[in-house]
Structures are given as structure tokens and as C-alpha cells.
């Protein structure tokens, strides 16, 4: 079948489900109604793809919780402008704004969730982030040497051991100034093997696994027996480096890369690799001193199969695979070729033996590549038209995505039999159950997300939201149960039950812990100190006032730092910060937290600034001037708050 | 009993009126209590003299001469977390100046309030009154009960008690 005839097929089945009238069945409002004041059962944490940030909404309700600024500035609260956040937008291309967030995964103990950090994939700018799941908050992001279009991140090992991350554009290594067209002699793809401190969750580059150029699509680790090995998917073992649209999609089979990463950690620590001069940004927020910095790592351990022999084995996988999904039971590999009429199940066992016998059908640049059949555990059949991605639902079922003919397909592990089938609307990406690439799925409700809505909201414009629909699966039979629109482009999600992080919620921090160099601990501590043309102003925020709110003798060409201390103890009390002019974005300043706004004014003039966060009746009297004088002028510094002249002002 | 209550409450709404003014109260001293954690064994805090406020505080045993590791921590705490609003003297700032505080306000009602807060706010008659006197509400600085007695304590030093 050519590629056209499917495309044709897979558009005519869809337009057959493409009605934005499909009704939903049955009691689904009353399954998705939280009643005002009630929580709902799940943490959702969705990618916000070209968003650059990460969502939070609950399930079942479909309520959006938050979102969280990760690898784009988020002017709202100050993240990536507050000289704080700043560091950790940095890379060795100086500060980024923005990033293209694909993929998250939660750390789990065992391979079942354990609620401490959410790990997030930059695809442009090759970067890891993880974020902290007491406060909610970006807390580390690594760069990613040797690398181009990070995809098959940020995907972790059964204990967190491990994050990883792939390349999906093959790059030389090192200077990149070569011809494009010595693909196949310069360029490389990389699996990077990202260590995590099991106390800390201080990441660090292990090693990188260097392999021939092609593109490594997804990953996921193995569990349980497979333990030991990591999964990635890859296309265009072609070497195409132009119209992969067509060229990257001539071989009637690619491969998983099934890699060993207990070897190659072996092989790290035995001295096999060897060392590389390669720039990458690493930075890290304490929360002691709340404020992020930057280092530049200056070099990273390279791995050459070559060197490092039975660390990768490859197993064919039909047509330009793309999500690489392992069952609960870690003995089920699910390649999901997003050209084929089929979806291929590979057998962890049967690849052991395999491999065991060397049962190979050659090698791809001396990487052995394992018998299809002798892996396979078998085909599931007819399922649906571009498979793309498997969540699992912990009952011996599987769901996955099928792009072409918009629907989801739940078949049997076993004997790989389709049970049932549901439209999406429309053109489905990725699935997920919660917990649904652990040992233990929640094998409750499974989300949707859809890259298409055309018809199914409101009108807005040219440009629509991307949607989630979130599917009953307790029974036989699919539900679908709510529709509802996302931020950004949604790719992979996380969810995990609400009672694992619920409780370890920060709700403010301790002001008696707060070692930020520039706090102002209390009223009586508040300053305007000069220091040439910079300005530290320590100021502090309190219902509802800021100390001090009268300042004098700032000049056109000075930097003002607004350092802003929230003195509240208590939750959900921020205070906000804004001055007029200011090119950037505000702040808001948690309870208990320091955050510095840098103002450089350009003219003389009066700044009214004032605090954006409503927070009690008087929130409007919160507010103050700053008065910049000519360069050169001789007005005193002064500050204060509360004190009245006895007289008319004089200029 | 009911007598009782209601001049109580009298005396507590006359302290507070005078608190968000300027004029101290008479005093109300206590000086014989006991601190103890809430004794009832649903959990619930049990508070049956209005005076004291609502809180685990229903006892607090007051010493003579003040002690003066208290009264460094309690200043210390206030510098941070009360200063802003709160003047030394007998003049409102965003709340009451606490000069005479202690003897407006029985040592409980005082740790229940810094304690307590929102609960006071919310139930208490006294606080009540105050919150319409200063249309801000107190905020919660979560104080330890250590804590909410060395602000008590430094109170009664700037109070000139001994």
C-alpha cells in the first residue's frame, strides 16, 4: 500500500466520525462534576508544547489549576525577569524566552509514582527541567551538549535513576560546520543518560551513548524484568537530511533501540568512555538563598558502541515507529509505526533469548540488529489507521491513538484482539491513563489530547485551541465523558492521585528562613542603599503597604533594584509589584519570599508603583512614588513610608 | 452569668474601641493562670470565658520579674512580623498601638489572637469589632505558641510590667 492510499483511507474514515454532533452517552456530566469545594481525584500535568510551560489542570472535572512557567518568561508573576529567575532561562546562547515543551514525566520509586518532582523536555533548545512538586516551582534546568531537537525526553528509569534524552535531529558532534550533506560521515544522534540525586534530584549529565545519524523518536524504561533497559524508537534510518517527508520514509522497517543502560553505566564507570570539551548551561534555584545561578559545564563522557559491546541491540519496527511504550509488567514493548496498518509487540523474553542465541539479521553501523519475528510477541491487527502512542490501563488492556482515523483502539495484551474503539475529535496524539507508564496504571479515565478542534468550541479566529477529552474506562466499553480546550499544543501528560502530593503543599515560606542576600527582615531593615549608579531598594510588603513608599534621589541612568520582601505569613497572601514604565513584566512575591525587580528608568518623572495582587480591602491604597531627577542633579536620596512634610513640597 | 458575660464583653469592645483610638483601658489583670493544650477530647478548643478568646490558650501562667530571654525573642519576632503595622506606643498605625495592650486584653485572648487568628476574626466579638475599627484583617503570621508568648512577654515589658 503506498503512502497516499493510507492518507486517502485514514481521510475518509475520518470524515465519517467528524461531526462535532456525536453526542456524548448516558450519566457522563454527573462523572465529571465536582461540586464547588470539592477537590478532584487527580493531578493532571499536561505540556504546553510551543507554549514552552506545563499546565495543571484536575480530573475528572477538566479545571485548570495552574500553569506553570518552565522554559517561557511568564511576565504574570515575573519568572525569567525577576533577577532571581532569570539564570534559569540561561544557555550557552545567552537567555532564551521560549521552548517548545513536548513530554513530562513524574519521578517514581519502584516504577510507581512517588509525587516528588515532574521532569519536562525542551525540544528546540535541548534542555531537561525538573520541577518541584511541594512548591510547584521550575527548580532545575540542564542543557543538553551534542544534541538537536531533544523529543524522546524527558523519560525516566524505574527508580528515577535516570532521565534521558534523545536526539530527534542527528547534529555533529561538537563544531557543527560541516556540509550538510556529509549526514552520513559527520552526524550523530545522542542518548544522553541524565543522573538524579536521589535526595536532591540534582541532575547531571552521566554520559552520552553516541549513535549512527537517524532520528531517535520516543523512549520509555523498562520495568520490572526489563529494569536494566531503556527503549527508544527512531526514524529515518534513511540518513535523509532533506524532504524527510519522503525520504525518511522509504525502508519498510526502522527500529526500537533497545539499550542497556546497567552496562553502559558500568562502562562509564570503568573509564570506557572518554571525556569531550562541550559547553552547557546547568542551573539550579536554592531555596535558601531563593534565587537561581548559572553554570557552564565544560565537559561530557561520550560512550562509542564500538567500544562498548553488548550495550545496544536493534529491533525492527515497521514504518518510521513513533511512540515506544512499555506495559506494567515490563515484559511488552509497544512500537507504534505511525505509517502502518498494524501495531507491532515485542517480548522482552523473547528478545533475551534472542539475543542470547544472536538470532541477527545483520547490523546497522556495527550495532547488531535482532530477528523481527524473534522478538515479536505478535501484530495487533486492522487497528486503526496511524497508531501513535499506548497507555495501559493495569488489566492486561492497552489504548492507543490512532492520528489517521482520529479514534482510540483498546486491545488486549494477550492475544493482541481489538475490544473496542472510540472517535476522537480530532486527530489524536498522545493518551494518557494515570500512572499509565508505571507498574501501576489508575486504570480509571484515560485523557485524549487532539491537535485539531475545528468545530467542537466557540469560534475564535483563524487560530483555535488544541483539546483534551477525557474517556471513562472502568468499563468494557470506552466514555467519552468531557471536551474541554488546552494551552498550547498539548503532547504527553502526567497524572497522579491528588492525595500523593495534596499535603506536602508549601503554603508560604518561613520569613525566618529567608537567606536571600537582599532581604529586608522586618520594617526596620528597609533601605535604599546607592552604590554608583546602582540602587538597591529593600523593601518589604505587608497588608497593605510597602516600606518604604516614598523615594527620592534616583536619577535618569540609574539601575533600581527593587528588592521585594513579603512579610505575610500566611496562604495565598502574594503581594504584587509594578512600576509604571517598566519595559518587562511585575512581580508577585510569595509569603515569606524575596524578589528583585530591576527598573532602569529613562526620563525624569514621577513612578507611581503599587501591588497588583489584591489583597485586602485597602489593596488599592497600596501603592507609592519614585521620584527620578535629571542626571547630574542634585536631589538627596531619601525614603520613607508614613511621614508627612509640614510643609508644601518643594521641588 | 449572664451578667458577667455581658460586662465582659462591655469591657472587651470598650478595650478595643480604645485600642483603634488611643485611650487605654482599665486593666484586667490575671495574674494566677496555667497554659494548658485544649482539654477537651473531641479536639474541639473549649473557651467559656469570652475574655479569653477562642484558641488553645485558656491558662497562661504569668511570671514576676519578666524573663528576659523572652523578651529578646519576643522583640525579635516583632521586628519581623508585627512592626509593620503595630507602633509601640498608643498610636494606630494599620492596627492598634499595643502601649497598654496587657492591660486591655486578658494573656489568652492576647496568644489566642497572634495564634489563632483567623478564627478570632471570624467568632470572636472583641476581634470582631476591631476588624470594623481597622477594615483590615490581622494576618496570620503563623507564630509558634513559644513564639505567641514571647510577643506576650515583650507586650508586658513595653507595658512597664515587671
Known amino acids: 500500500m503506498t503512502l497516499g492510499t493510507v492518507a486517502m483511507i485514514g481521510s475518509v474514515q475520518s470524515c465519517k466520525m467528524k461531526t462535532a454532533e456525536s453526542a456524548v452517552q448516558g450519566d457522563a456530566a454527573s462523572k465529571v462534576y465536582v461540586a464547588p469545594g470539592k477537590y478532584d481525584e487527580f493531578y493532571n500535568f499536561v505540556s504546553g508544547g510551543f507554549s514552552g510551560q506545563v499546565s495543571v489542570y484536575g480530573l475528572p472535572s477538566g479545571r485548570l489549576l495552574k500553569v506553570i512557567p518552565v522554559f517561557s518568561v511568564f511576565p504574570e508573576n515575573g519568572y525569567g525577569y525577576s533577577e532571581e529567575s532569570k539564570a534559569m532561562l540561561t544557555t550557552t546562547a545567552g537567555q532564551i524566552p521560549w521552548d517548545d515543551q513536548h513530554h513530562l514525566d513524574l519521578s517514581q520509586t519502584n516504577g510507581e509514582q512517588d509525587g516528588r518532582w515532574l521532569f519536562a523536555n525542551a525540544n528546540n533548545t535541548p534542555r531537561v527541567a525538573r520541577i518541584d512538586l511541594t512548591t510547584f516551582k521550575t527548580v532545575e534546568i540542564i542543557q543538553i551538549p551534542n544534541s538537536g531537537g531533544n523529543h524522546s525526553s524527558p523519560f525516566i528509569t524505574e527508580n528515577t535513576e535516570y532521565v534521558v534524552a534523545g536526539t530527534r535531529f542527528s547534529v555533529p558532534l561538537g563544531d557543527g560546520d560541516v556540509p550538510i550533506s556529509s549526514f552520513k560521515e559527520n552526524f550523530k544522534s545522542t542518548a544522553s543518560f541524565i543522573s538524579v540525586d536521589k535526595a536532591t534530584g540534582h541532575m547531571n549529565i552521566a554520559f552520552q551513548i553516541v549513535l549512527p545519524g537517524m532520528n531517535l523518536d520516543l523512549s520509555h524504561a523498562g520495568k520490572g524484568p526489563s529494569h536494566d533497559w531503556f527503549f527508544f524508537s527512531c526514524y529515518n534510518t534513511e540518513q535523509a537530511y532533506t524532504l524527510l517527508e519522503v525520504n525518511a520514509s522509504q525502508k519498510d522497517k526502522d527500529f526500537i533501540v533497545a539499550v542497556n543502560w546497567k552496562k553502559a553505566e558500568e562502562y562509564a564507570k570503568s573509564g570506557k568512555g572518554h571525556k569531550v570539551p562541550a559547553e552547557y548551561a546547568h542551573n539550579t534555584y536554592d531555596e535558601d538563598k531563593q534565587t537561581a545561578t548559572s553554570v557552564i559545564e565544560k565537559e561530557v563522557l561520550l560512550l562509542d558502541p564500538k567500544d562498548c559491546p553488548d550495550m545496544i541491540y536493534m529491533i525492527p519496527c515497521p514504518k518510521s515507529p513513533h511512540g515506544c511504550d512499555i506495559d506494567p509488567s515490563g515484559e511488552y514493548i509497544v512500537g507504534s509505526g505511525k505509517l502502518a496498518a498494524l501495531i507491532p509487540v515485542f517480548s522482552f523474553t523473547k528478545l533475551m533469548a534472542a539475543i542470547q542465541a544472536k538470532k541477527f539479521e545483520g547490523d546497522f553501523y556495527g550495532l547488531p540488529i535482532v530477528k523481527y519475528e524473534e522478538a515479536l510477541h505478535g501484530e495487533v491487527n486492522k487497528p486503526g489507521l496511524g497508531p501513535l502512542h499506548t497507555e495501559f490501563d493495569g488489566k492486561g488492556n492497552a489504548y492507543t491513538s490512532m492520528f489517521l482515523s482520529s479514534e482510540v483502539v483498546k486491545w488486549r495484551i494477550s492475544d493482541l484482539q481489538v475490544l473496542d474503539r472510540v472517535p476522537t475529535y480530532y486527530s489524536v496524539g498522545h493518551l494518557m491513563v494515570p500512572g499509565g507508564d508505571t507498574k501501576k496504571p489508575s486504570g480509571k479515565y484515560l485523557v485524549a489530547y487532539n491537535k485539531i478542534t475545528k468545530d467542537r468550541y466557540l469560534p475564535t479566529g483563524p487560530e483555535l485551541a488544541q483539546s483534551a477529552q477525557l474517556y471513562d474506562i472502568s468499563g468494557d466499553k470506552m466514555q467519552l465523558i468531557l471536551d474541554y480546550p488546552t494551552i498550547g499544543e498539548p503532547h504527553y501528560a502526567q497524572a497522579c492521585p491528588a492525595a500523593l502530593i495534596k499535603d506536602k503543599q508549601v503554603k508560604f515560606f518561613d520569613i525566618n528562613k529567608n537567606h536571600h542576600e537582599f532581604v529586608a527582615m522586618g520594617e526596620k531593615k528597609t533601605n535604599v542603599v546607592r552604590k554608583g549608579t546602582r540602587v538597591d531598594v529593600y523593601m518589604t510588603a505587608i497588608r497593605s503597604h510597602l516600606t518604604p513608599d516614598n523615594i527620592e534621589g534616583v536619577y535618569v541612568g540609574d539601575d533600581v533594584y527593587f528588592h521585594v520582601t513579603n512579610l505575610e505569613q500566611d496562604w495565598d497572601i502574594p503581594h504584587g509589584f509594578a512600576i509604571k514604565n517598566n519595559p518587562d513584566a511585575e512581580l508577585l512575591i510569595m509569603p515569606g519570599e524575596t524578589v528583585t525587580l530591576k527598573f532602569s528608568p529613562k526620563h525624569e518623572g514621577m513612578y507611581p508603583f503599587y501591588c497588583t495582587d489584591f489583597c485586602s480591602a485597602l489593596h488599592q491604597e497600596m501603592s507609592g512614588y519614585l521620584r527620578v531627577s535629571p542626571k547630574g542633579s542634585n536631589v538627596p536620596l531619601k525614603f520613607s513610608t508614613g511621614v508627612v512634610a509640614d510643609t508644601t513640597a518643594k521641588k | ?162
Open chain 2, 1 to 162: 452569668m449572664k451578667r458577667t458575660h455581658i460586662l465582659i464583653i462591655a469591657i472587651t469592645l470598650g478595650g478595643f474601641i480604645a485600642s483603634c483610638g488611643s485611650n487605654p483601658a482599665p486593666p484586667a489583670e490575671n495574674q494566677n493562670a496555667t497554659m494548658k493544650e485544649p482539654g477537651d477530647k473531641t479536639g474541639v478548643p473549649v473557651v467559656t470565658d469570652d475574655s479569653k478568646g477562642k484558641g488553645k490558650f485558656t491558662d497562661v501562667k504569668l511570671t514576676s520579674p519578666l524573663d528576659d530571654k523572652m523578651v529578646a525573642a519576643g522583640k525579635t519576632i516583632y521586628d519581623v512580623k508585627c512592626g509593620s503595622c503595630h507602633k509601640l506606643t498608643d498610636e494606630k498605625l494599620v492596627g492598634p498601638g499595643w502601649k497598654g495592650v496587657t492591660d486591655r486584653r486578658k494573656p489568652e485572648w492576647i496568644m489566642n489572637f497572634v495564634t489563632n487568628t483567623d478564627e478570632m476574626i471570624d467568632k470572636d466579638p472583641a476581634a470582631q469589632a476591631m476588624l470594623e475599627q481597622c477594615m483590615v484583617r490581622m494576618p496570620n503570621q503563623h507564630l509558634g505558641d513559644d513564639e505567641a508568648r514571647h510577643i506576650l512577654e515583650f507586650m508586658r515589658k513595653n507595658d512597664g510590667k515587671n
